[in-house]
Nanobody
Framework: VQLQASGGGLVRAGGSLRLSCAAS????????MCWFRQAPGKEREGVSCISFSDDSTYYADSVGGRFTISRDNAKNTVYLQMNGLKPEDTANYYC??????????????????WGKGTQVTVSS
């Protein structure tokens, strides 16, 4: 299984970015994909998850109302639209894959595969 994230970059505060992550090398009916992030000197934290079976979602409180997660089942791809970016959103963003049934109301599932990160830097 491979996860390829892209879309990171440098943006000013208040700006927007759209991250993408394409998963390949598996075929499952039930799975979910999530975004996590890790800033220098900080622990990794969850950002958002989406189920690929029922479209339910989960968001961290810190990004709710600003970030939107979406999916394209045909492409096994998850997107993270990030609006109203703040300097504190600066981090390396990782996508991850959970194999199995998932509902957004469950929070973050156990992740089975991780991709390499894409850097997001928000200047003030």
């Amino acid at each position: 299984v491979q996860l390829q994230a892209s879309g990171g970059g440098l943006v000013r505060a208040g700006g927007s970015l759209r991250l993408s992550c394409a998963a390949s090398g598996f075929t499952k009916d039930y799975y979910a994909m999530c975004w996590f992030r890790q800033a220098p000197g900080k622990e990794r934290e969850g950002v958002s998850c989406i189920s690929f079976s029922d479209d339910s979602t989960y968001y961290a409180d810190s990004v709710g109302g600003r970030f939107t997660i979406s999916r394209d089942n045909a492409k096994n791809t998850v997107y993270l639209q990030m609006n109203g970016l703040k300097p504190e959103d600066t981090a390396n963003y990782y996508c991850a894959l959970h194999i199995g049934y998932y509902r957004g109301s469950w929070g973050y599932p156990r992740m089975d595969y991780w991709g390499k990160g894409t850097q997001v830097t928000v200047s003030s």
